[in-house]
């Protein structure tokens, strides 16, 4: 991503050999909650991930919550409590829902994640795994452009290309770089604006060059999502709804 965000545009490119470029199921029968009202559309620059043939930018099924889940091994010292603010800070911008499932055990991918995974999490797409990792175990965090995170969503075509779609999906925080920038002044909100611009990707969300920006590829050291990447929010909830999830 960036600066402080960086993994770099040569990692989207990796990422895209390797199956990630840019995930759901609660467990028991709890309610879903209502789903959020969409923010006001504003104007600025934002892009996407990828598109169907037709030009439909791929993302998530609007009318339904997105879950995940989270390993803590290796996190800093209140690391769920980041991950949990910056989830509310993307949801209020995005729009979107999303629902916490608690806790895994369950390490990151390296390529492709297995959208199904009933053993561990049931029936249904598993939920996107957000986990903590460092340069020895995923190669795209620390190393020598010093990635702090990665984020990606793992897509399905049911019906074809058109119906692309988004239905699960991983996020990698970097120990040592978190640890590093936990440890200076600001550096909690540094630390949740690096989880949202992740939760960007995730969304369908790619880098933009306005350093208005949160999903800017060089870090502006913002501490909320800008006018661009609101709506490039919007235009991913106009996305239709998905009949059967």
Known sequence: M????????????SLAAAGLVLAFLAPGDTAEPPLRPAPEPANGPY??????????????????????????AGQPPDGLALIHDAVRMTEAASGFTF??????????????????????YGQGWAPVLIAWADHAEYPYIGGEDHAVGAGRSDPVTPEGPESKRYVTGQIVLGRDGFARILDT???RLRARSI?????????GLGHVDDRGELMAQSNARLNGFGPGDRKGFATLRANPCWPGG
């Open 185 to 187: 002044e600001g550096g």
């Open 47 to 72: 892009l996407f991930l990828d598109r169907t043939p037709q030009g439909r930018p791929v993302g998530y099924d609007v009318c339904r919550p997105i879950h995940y889940v989270v390993n803590p």
């Open 2 to 13: 960036v600066d402080l965000f960086r993994v770099a545009v040569g990692l989207v490119v």
């Open 99 to 120: 629902v916490d499932d608690g806790i895994t055990d369950e390490r990151p991918a390296q390529g492709w994640r297995r959208a199904r995974q009933p053993g561990r």
């Open 195 to 203: 989880v949202m611009h992740e939760l960007g990707h995730v969304l």
